[in-house]
Each structure stands twice: as structure tokens, then as C-alpha cells.
């Protein structure tokens, strides 16, 4: 165990939850409750601005008040989520650490979390579908990390789940059967593309690279903006969106009179996938999106299969998985980021702490101490009641 766990053995678990958890440390925990939802919105509409100006930067030719107002929406739910259930989840520590009378294994971190996000099935489905493409792959990351499995360290293996990954995602994408997330979104091959000279095919190409080159440094501007590292800005996403796109449609280009479209479509598709080998930072992250948005699309296309006569088949489409897995995947993430943080990447870190008013940060801080400067400092504060 690492140093943090002290917390759950003497002098240290028996400390007070307003010395620990709260905020503030003249706030009852219903205080701390009120003050942490008012604070968590504010860090959490900065977190999550990205995901209001994306999509207005993005289709801003094509911005009608309609859909502004379901971009604005859908910005505004995200952000109360995400603070509630922060906020609910510190709350349900105190009363834990309350009936408990000390700090228990599981019960300051995981376990409020996991009843905290049950909130989750009260979210519209696009939200929940947003924390389900960020939260699940880092849990999945995260999983690998601490079981240190061979795949972590084999760049090979990521690179063919990955391409695997592109090929059942751009396919169903092709036929307009998925429209969510991922890394390209190439345009649909026109049924006369075979018939194109080389110089049209490389103009279509080149637009193509033209529009994800603009989304890539869209992406890269946002993000260095949120870190305030514009000056080093390494284009990340720039260079990645370009690979992807550029072997799809080189691919493309080449292959489109001797193999039948759909064919070139598909490894196109996979193919594509071969630009995770350019990633120097972070593949396993991008292969971890990749797995749980090609587990999502190939979920969806189950669920349109015929169940008419197979009871058994209806059942099962009508499991709703993304909402059974969330809870314990926020929950284990919340738990790793006190007791095992090595396995969490920088994004899920930065998820965590800025979406509670960086509450995680300054947690983990106090009980990293030594535990003799621990006690001298909290017992000096006021111990305060539950309600006011």
C-alpha cells in the first residue's frame, strides 16, 4: 500500500470528517455539501468548456438557434452532474465516517462514489453517453495499469487492437449507422468514385485533410487553452487526426478501381488504424478509448438485431450497460486516485480534481503528510455537527 493509506489505521482514522473532507474547516458537512456544489459548478464549467465551444466552432457555418440551444443543453447537465455527484460523494464520506466513527477501507472513497454516481440514471442519455466515452477507458487504463499486463508494454499489440478498433467503428460510420465519437470522420465514397481520375481523388482527399486539419488544431488550441500552454502546444491531436486520415484516404485512393468499394472501404478502415504507431504519448489511452467506443458501436448493432422470437436476446438489448458499468468505474477511479495513483493517467487526474474544485488535490496532500504534522495541524481546528 502506499503512504495515503495511512489514513485508515491509528492515530489517523480517527480523525474528524470535517478535518479531512471539508473544504472549509469551519463548515458542518452539510455546509461542506452546499459550499461544494456551489464551487464544483464553477470548476466544472471550466473543465468542461471544451465541450461547449467544440461544437460551436466546429459547425458554425451551420449554427441555427436550435441546435445552439441543445449544444448550450447539453453543456449546462454536464456540468451539473459531474458537480453533484462530487459533491454527494464527499457528503456520503462524512456520513460514513460518522456511523463508522473512523475512517474505513473503501468507505471515504469508493464506496460513496459508487452510490453518489448512482445519480447517473437520472441523467439524459447524451450525458450519460459523454461519461461513459471518458470515464470507462480510463477505469479500463487504469485495470491494466495496476495488473501491469504484457499488453501495457507491447506497442505491437496496441497497434493491432487499435486498427481492429478503426476497422468496426468506420464501418458502421460508413453506412451511417453510428454517428459518435471517433478520432476521423471521413466522408462516405460516392458509388462512382472508381470512376474519378487520380486528380479528383486527390483533391477529395486533400479537402478532407483540409476540414480534420482545421478540427485537429481546433482540438489542440482548446485543450492548451484549458492548460494554459499555448506556447507549448504540441498539435497532438493535429498530427494524429492528419495520420488517421491521410492512410485512409491514400488507401483510398490507390485501391479504388481494383477492389470493390466495400472492400476498399473496410481496409481503408483498418489501415487507418496503423497511425496509432506514430503516437509517442499516451497510446495506451488512445487505444483504451478505441476499445470501449468499438465494445459501444458493436453493443448498438446488437441491439438492432431482429428479437422478435428470442426472449432471451430481448432481454439483453434492454440491459442498459453503459449505466451498470459508470458507477463502479467512477467509483474505482476515485478510490485509485487516493490510494493508487500511478495507474490513473493525467487525464483522468485532471478529470477528478477539476470537476470538485480540485477537493481530490487538496485530500491527498493533507493525509500524504508525515502523520505527526497531520495531527499538530487538524487537531487545532474546531470540531463541528453534522446539519449546522
Not at 489505521?9 to 474528524?16: I, T, V
Not at 477507458?137 to 508494454?153: K, M, T
Request: proline share 5%.
Amino acid at each position: 500500500m502506499v503512504s495515503p493509506s495511512k489514513i485508515f489505521s491509528p492515530p489517523m482514522d480517527c480523525l474528524h470528517c470535517g478535518w479531512v473532507l471539508h473544504s472549509l474547516p469551519d463548515q458542518s458537512c452539510t455546509e461542506a455539501l452546499i459550499w461544494n456544489l456551489y464551487r464544483n459548478h464553477i470548476s466544472s464549467s471550466k473543465f468542461f468548456l471544451p465541450l461547449l465551444l467544440f461544437p460551436l466552432i466546429l459547425n458554425w457555418r451551420r449554427q441555427t438557434r436550435r441546435r445552439l440551444w441543445a449544444i448550450v443543453k447539453n453543456y449546462l447537465q454536464t456540468v451539473s452532474v459531474a458537480s453533484t455527484v462530487n459533491a454527494l460523494a464527499y457528503y456520503l464520506s462524512c456520513i460514513l465516517r460518522r456511523l463508522n466513527d473512523r475512517f474505513v477501507y473503501s468507505c471515504i472513497f469508493g464506496i460513496p462514489a459508487l452510490l453518489a454516481s448512482q445519480l447517473l440514471w437520472l441523467a439524459p442519455t447524451r450525458v450519460v453517453q459523454f461519461f461513459a466515452t471518458g470515464v470507462l477507458p480510463s477505469a479500463f487504463e487504469a485495470v491494466l495499469r495496476q495488473l501491469n499486463v504484457g499488453l501495457v508494454h507491447s506497442r505491437g499489440a496496441q497497434t493491432l487492437i487499435f486498427m481492429v478498433c478503426s476497422l468496426v467503428v468506420l464501418r458502421r460510420q460508413q453506412i451511417k449507422a453510428y454517428s459518435g465519437f471517433w478520432f476521423i470522420r471521413p466522408a462516405p465514397m460516392p458509388a462512382n468514385y472508381d470512376k474519378w481520375s487520380l486528380g479528383e481523388r486527390v483533391k477529395q482527399s486533400l479537402l478532407e485533410l483540409r476540414t480534420h486539419l482545421g478540427i485537429g488544431l481546433a482540438l489542440d488550441l482548446i485543450n492548451g487553452a484549458r492548460r494554459k500552454q499555448l506556447k507549448k502546444m504540441q498539435l497532438k491531436s493535429t498530427r494524429f487526426m492528419l495520420s488517421c486520415m491521410g492512410i485512409y484516404q491514400l488507401t483510398q485512393c490507390l485501391l479504388a478501381n481494383r477492389l470493390e468499394s466495400k472492400i476498399t472501404n473496410l481496409l481503408a478502415a483498418f489501415l487507418s488504424g496503423g497511425a496509432f504507431g506514430l503516437v509517442k504519448q499516451t497510446p495506451l489511452t488512445y487505444m483504451s478509448i478505441g476499445v470501449v467506443i468499438a465494445s459501444q458501436v458493436l453493443w448498438q448493432e446488437f441491439c438492432e438485431m431482429d428479437a422478435t422470437h428470442n426472449g432471451l436476446l430481448a432481454i439483453l438489448q434492454r440491459i442498459p450497460w453503459a449505466l451498470l458499468f459508470l458507477p463502479p468505474s467512477l467509483a474505482y477511479l476515485i478510490h485509485s486516485m487516493f490510494i493508487q495513483p500511478h495507474v490513473l493517467t493525467g487525464l483522468a487526474k485532471s478529470f477528478l480534481n477539476n470537476t470538485a474544485d480540485n477537493n481530490v488535490q487538496r485530500v491527498y496532500a493533507l493525509i500524504n503528510q508525515p502523520t505527526d504534522i497531520v495531527m499538530n495541524t487538524v487537531q487545532k481546528l474546531p470540531i463541528k455537527p453534522f446539519l449546522f
